[in-house]
Structure formats: structure tokens, C-alpha cells
């Protein structure tokens, strides 16, 4: 019987970034469903599935420190492995929302020779797309990592509400902003390379939820004696 750290491991995607990319991922957040359930990290989104096909849904929650207009981002990967241990469907979110990720040529599940899934992630932003033509379809995708670049500051978003509360002042607000613009702006190439985290990045959902506080802290405190 696996655990569901060795299912995690398993099944952990390849993520091709634009060889430009200014940030990695920091953390990933995993937990693995054998029935229908709510997510714990993917706002008002209940995971279904076709249990009688279904052996296991791992989502993978990935963490980064910076998005390219804001500080931290969250985004996910749901992986669909059947009864004979292949996947047979993989999900990305997408600024919200998510799609299904599947090669745009032919409509085979997104997965590599060897059946790992394989996703591309938008500059900077990192949403999720099946293809890097995708992303020339969504708007500002160029300006939002260049004159745009730290635009939106520190996120105060519901689930980190209490953690940062206090620190919604405009003074960190616009330190984060200057910081990210000054630091991290550049000019995407489009040529994308595979990049595989490293399995010890790896951790129960909760555990990384719970180290996210201390993780922004020691962010902020970065910024702030970098921007004066």
C-alpha cells in the first residue's frame, strides 16, 4: 500500500518555464482523494471524479513567494490516476478558474513519454496552460511582467486574512510593489525548459498552510530592508 507521500512523489508534474522565469517554486502542497470532497486549498471548488476509473486525485497545491505583480502565489495541478496506475486526466488553474490540460493537437491528456504529466506555466504569473500558444491568448501577459510588474502589491487574500491584516498598510504596499517592479521585471522569451521539482519540496497540504505565515514575514522583512 502507498502512501500518499509516495503517490505525491509519483505523479509529480514536470512544469516547463519560460528559461527568463525570475522565480521557482517554493513549496508544494499535496493531498490525495479517493472519494468527493471539498479542496482544502482551491477556493469553493468541490473535486469530483469517476470513481469507478479513478484509483486516486492528487492535488498538488504549488506555492511561490512572488508572483511577477504580487507577493506570493498559489497555484494547482489535479491529477486523475486510474485503476491500472495511469493518468487519465490532468487539470490546471487558471486565474481562477481551471482548464483541462491537454495536448491542443490532438486532445490527449497532457503526459510524457514516461505518463508524468507535463504543464507549461505562464510567465511570471504561472497559471497553468496546456501549451505555450495558449498564452499569447490572454491579455497583458507581456506588460503584466514588465511595466506592470509589481502592480498589485501584497495579496490579501481570505484564507491569509488574519496572517496579514496587519501588514495592509499602504507603506508595505508600496514597498512590495517598488520591490517586485525593480527587482524581478523582465522580458519573457517564449523558449521554455522542463524543470522537475525536487520530491523534498514536497508536503501535506496542511503543513504548508500552516508554514505560510512565517514564510511572508520573512519575505516582507526582505523587502523592507531592501526598500527604504
Known amino acids: 500500500m502507498k502512501t500518499h507521500l509516495e503517490i505525491a512523489e509519483k505523479y509529480l508534474p514536470v512544469f516547463w518555464?519560460?528559461?527568463?522565469?525570475?522565480?521557482?517554486i517554493?513549496?508544494?502542497?499535496?493531498?490525495?482523494?479517493?472519494?468527493?470532497?471539498?479542496?482544502?486549498?482551491?477556493?469553493?471548488r468541490f473535486l469530483t471524479a469517476d470513481w469507478d476509473r479513478t484509483k486516486w486525485l492528487v492535488e498538488y497545491a504549488i506555492w511561490f513567494d512572488y508572483d511577477i505583480q504580487h507577493l506570493y502565489e498559489l497555484e494547482h495541478v489535479w491529477v486523475y490516476v486510474g485503476?491500472?496506475?495511469?493518468?487519465?486526466?490532468?487539470?490546471?488553474?487558471?486565474?481562477?478558474?481551471?482548464?483541462?490540460?491537454?495536448?491542443?493537437?490532438?486532445?490527449?491528456?497532457?503526459?510524457d513519454r514516461d505518463g508524468i504529466p507535463e504543464v507549461y506555466l505562464q510567465p511570471g504569473k504561472h497559471a497553468i496552460v496546456p501549451d505555450k500558444r495558449v498564452i499569447a491568448l490572454i491579455p497583458q501577459w507581456q506588460e503584466s511582467c514588465q511595466e506592470l510588474a509589481g502592480a498589485d502589491g501584497l495579496l490579501v487574500q481570505d484564507?491569509?486574512?488574519?496572517?496579514?491584516?496587519?501588514?495592509d498598510t499602504e507603506q508595505t504596499q508600496e514597498q512590495v510593489r517598488r520591490y517586485i517592479k525593480d527587482t524581478y521585471a523582465f522580458a519573457p522569451s517564449m523558449e521554455f525548459r522542463p524543470?522537475?521539482?525536487d520530491p523534498s519540496l514536497l508536503m501535506a497540504w496542511q503543513e504548508l498552510k500552516d508554514s505560510i505565515p512565517a514564510r511572508l514575514k520573512k519575505e516582507l522583512s526582505v523587502i523592507r530592508d531592501s526598500v527604504k
Open 26 to 44: 517554493d513549496a508544494l502542497g499535496y493531498t490525495v482523494f479517493t472519494e468527493d470532497a471539498p479542496s482544502g486549498s482551491f477556493q469553493k
Open 195 to 197: 524543470f522537475r521539482p
Open 83 to 111: 485503476k491500472d496506475g495511469k493518468v487519465w486526466k490532468v487539470e490546471g488553474s487558471f486565474h481562477g478558474k481551471f482548464l483541462n490540460q491537454v495536448k491542443l493537437d490532438t486532445g490527449e491528456v497532457s503526459v
Open 17 to 24: 518555464m519560460d528559461e527568463k522565469e525570475p522565480f521557482t
Open 159 to 167: 484564507m491569509f486574512r488574519d496572517s496579514l491584516l496587519a501588514e
